[in-house]
Structures are given as C-alpha cells and as structure tokens.
C-alpha cells in the first residue's frame, strides 16, 4: 500500500502560458513565513541552455486549475527561469500532482524537497566555493558552457553568478 502522503505524480509537458504562477496555498506559506519566493541565482549569468537542462531535469511540480491552466507547487523560484529560457507556446517539461484535491501537507512535502533537502545534501564547508569553481572551469575545458562570460575574469564571472565572494573562491577565509 503506498503511503497516504507520497504524492502521485505524472511527467507531462504544458505550454508556458499555461503556466499561471505560484499556488495560492504554497504563496501564503511563504509569506507567513518570510521565505522569499523570487530568484536568488542570476540566470542571466548562466548558458541558457545549462538552464534549460536544469529545469528538464528538475522539473516544476504543477497543480491544475482548470482546463489547460496550471500553478506551481514549490518555492516559486523556477518561474522566472521558465519565464527566460521558454518561449509562451513552447512546452515545459514538468510533474503534475495528480487528484481531484491536494492536500496542503503534501503541498508543503514538494516545498521541503525543494528547499530542506538540496541545501542538506549540498551543504556548504569550508573550501566548497573553490571546488565548484574548479569543477566549473573543468567543465567549461572539457566543452560544456557553463557561464555566459567570455574569456575575461572568469573568477568574476564565477562570483557574479554564484553569488560566492572571490575570497571564497580562491580558498581564503572571508
């Protein structure tokens, strides 16, 4: 018997339009709460189409709100990439929760997979912002675009990005 609280999700694809934001349950959490829903990663910083990967592989959790009209079950702070890197008719990858009525607790189960269990999985020790910048710059070797800078200050461009200082970057405490 699956547990009552696993949530039954279907990978589907939805035009962009179709997309209408933030579900209202989710949005009233977060402010409550005085968890921003925005952005905090420049995306712009970043090859679209590493953005493009990320989102397919990672895909909005939806709800539906009528015929052909969607919203978002999580932070919210997908919506802009979506809203950057996909045209309005273009299909979104993404996983619809499934039922007549979604509980708000399994509503705040989708939010903890994207905000509580990244950040654990990924926590931050000393010297992290140095490995990623050399995993990045590995990886931009090895042919994968990975920033949208040219061949300038890549160091920068890493900080700008990443939001990491360049103290952080070169393995200097800050």
Not at 65 to 93: F, H, L, M, N
Request: net charge positive; glycine share 8%.
């Amino acid at each position: 018997m699956p547990h009552p609280l696993f949530p039954d999700l279907e990978l589907i694809s939805v035009p962009r339009r179709s997309i209408q934001g933030l579900d209202l349950d989710i949005q009233q959490f977060l402010v409550q709460h005085g968890i921003p829903s925005g952005v905090s990663l420049n995306a712009h910083a970043y090859d679209p189409a590493l953005i493009r990967t990320f989102c397919a592989i990672n895909p909005p959790v939806l709800i539906r709100r009528g015929k052909q009209q969607y919203t978002i079950v999580g932070s919210g702070q997908r919506i802009a990439w979506i809203d950057q890197i996909y045209d309005p008719d273009e299909d979104v990858p993404a996983l619809l929760l499934a039922g007549p009525r979604i509980p708000i607790i399994v509503k705040l189960q989708v939010l903890a997979c994207e905000l509580v269990l990244p950040p654990a999985m990924h926590r931050t020790r000393r010297g992290t912002a140095a490995r990623l910048f050399d995993l990045s710059t590995a990886l931009e070797a090895a042919g994968t675009r990975i920033l949208n800078s040219g061949r300038g200050d890549q160091t920068g461009a890493f900080a700008g990005a990443t939001g990491f200082s360049r103290d952080a970057i070169a393995g200097r405490r800050s």
